[in-house]
């Protein structure tokens, strides 16, 4: 018998990124999108990385991220310098204005979250985020 596993985490993603955009449209948030936010949310963690460590937190190849981040740029939300150890690498740093955007964020984040479990004890919870670890972990071994 064939799993499901592989299509419903698709469909988990799919349905769930328009979910988000909806919740972060009715918070007011029209500055980024969802995909744009987990880039965000990675550089709220930690600022002023070079595009190839944030391509590896994001999950996202270096030129589909070089494209976001032109036009992240380009809404004033991210600048790029040049590291001044290393000439060649580029670093990506937010803005004032994205900074002050994370709460928001945060926000719409955690709205999602009780989405996500609603109806879920406490234990479930636990359980689904470590098979889900287990899973990003077991496919990110393919990429090494």
């Known amino acids: 018998m064939i799993s499901d596993a592989g299509f419903l985490i698709s469909q988990i993603k799919s349905v ?3 979910v988000f955009e909806k919740l972060l449209s009715a918070e007011g948030v029209n500055e980024f999108n969802g995909a744009q936010g987990k ?6 963690q930690r600022d002023n990385i070079p595009i190839a460590g944030l391509s590896k937190s994001v999950g996202l190849a270096k030129t589909t991220l ?4 032109d036009r992240m740029e380009a809404s004033g939300l991210i600048v790029r310098t040049h590291s001044q150890s290393d000439r ?3 670093l990506i740093s937010l803005t004032p204005r994205a900074r002050g955007l994370s709460a928001k964020y945060e926000e719409v984040s955690s709205k999602m979250t009780a989405l996500y ?3 879920f004890e406490e ?5 689904t ?3 889900l670890k287990r899973i990003l972990e077991n496919v990110k071994e393919e990429l090494e």
């Open 16 to 18: 769930g990124g328009r």
């Open 117 to 119: 479990f609603k109806g």
């Open 88 to 90: 060649r690498e580029i």
């Open 39 to 44: 880039i965000l949310y990675v550089l709220w």
């Open 129 to 131: 985020e470590n098979y």
């Open 123 to 127: 234990k479930e919870i636990q359980n």
């Open 66 to 69: 070089t494209s976001m981040l």
